[in-house]
């Protein structure tokens, strides 16, 4: 886990989230204010976006290799 920017959804500006999971660009899962959600990472503006109108992310592990499912 690290701390990066990201842009938020929601505030449409910048703010600084835990990274917690990322498989690669396009599967991210960061921590915001206490909630995780689903993020990508744009490699030409080197800035995570993160999605927290829509990929808010229930904390439980299902047993995958991906610690978190969608609600």
């Not at 690290?2 to 991210?28: C, G, P, R, W």
């Not at 490699?43 to 995570?48: E, Q, R």
């Not at 439980?60 to 609600?71: A, L, T």
């Amino acid at each position: 886990m690290f701390q990066a920017k990201a842009m938020i959804h929601s505030l449409k500006s910048q703010d600084t989230v835990t990274i917690v999971y990322e498989k690669n660009n396009n599967d991210v899962v960061t921590e915001y204010k206490g909630n995780r959600f689903t993020a990508i990472f744009n490699v030409f503006v080197c800035l995570y976006y993160v999605d927290d109108v829509y990929g808010k992310l229930a904390n439980q592990h299902n047993g995958s290799s991906r610690p978190y499912s969608i609600m």
